[in-house]
């Protein structure tokens, strides 16, 4: 089956770890994106990236920080500098041809 | 002001009403509207896009009004699947196709 994946579904963290949140995807999209949503709010970019060994940071790149070493991934780090990393982390894809973006189910962070 | 602004409802109706929501944008050169589909503690789902001449899919209909930068969506004979949170999403411009804004969303319940 064709789609993004995200793994772990849930993730628990203390305070102070570093933790990789990963996505892939065998869509063959060019383009993907991490968001985070926080209850009530609208979902916020974190990074993106449209092609391989390229990202760019968004509106709330602080604590963060992304790899693309292969199309098909795209894992976020959510490090001990992020102050209020618990939230829901999504990640998207979207090919060249359409601004069309595609979510993964997600993976829920919850800092201890 | 927020860049997209939706009414955070909830909206409560009974089932087989009509419901519409709106949805406003501040930047005037925006140019791609969608609307998508979240369920509680689950991923947005692209439920249509929204064209200048407006859009109609089954059930639901999208309009866009330029002049007054709002778009809306309608829903007629609601169904009780049809409960979610609805978002609103804009692409500013040309030149940043890549980032989507996100509305924090219209929360939907439709009753028997």
């Known amino acids: 089956d064709g789609g993004i994946t995200q793994s772990p579904k849930y993730l628990f963290r203390k305070e102070g770890q570093n933790v990789t949140l990963s996505c892939e995807q065998n869509l063959n999209h060019d383009a993907m994106y991490w968001y985070r949503q926080d209850p009530g709010q609208g979902l916020r970019l974190i990074y993106y990236?449209?092609?391989?060994?390229?990202?760019q940071k968004g509106d709330i790149a602080e604590g963060y920080s992304v790899s693309r070493e292969k199309k098909e991934s795209f894992p976020l780090t959510v490090t001990s500098a992020q102050k209020n990393p618990t939230a829901f982390y999504l990640c998207?894809?979207?090919?060249?041809?359409?601004?069309?973006?595609?979510f993964g189910p997600g993976t829920r962070l919850t800092v201890l | 002001r927020k860049e997209v602004e939706q009414d955070p409802g909830p909206f409560n109706v009974p089932e087989g009403a009509t419901v519409a929501f709106n949805c406003t944008y501040s930047n005037s050169a925006s140019q791609s509207f969608f609307w998508y589909r979240q369920d509680c503690r689950k991923e947005p789902k692209l439920l249509m896009s929204?064209?200048?001449s407006g859009n109609e899919d089954g059930r639901f209909t999208a309009q866009l009004n330029r002049a007054s930068q709002y778009i809306s969506l309608l829903i007629r004979d609601s169904k009780l699947s049809d409960s979610a949170t609805y978002l609103c999403v804009v692409i500013p411009g040309m030149d940043s196709s890549y980032k989507l804004i996100f509305g924090s969303g219209t929360r939907l319940l439709v009753r028997p």
């Open positions: 990236s449209q092609i391989v060994n390229d990202f």
């Open positions: 998207a894809s979207n090919p060249q041809s359409t601004d069309t973006q595609y």
């Open positions: 929204v064209y200048s």
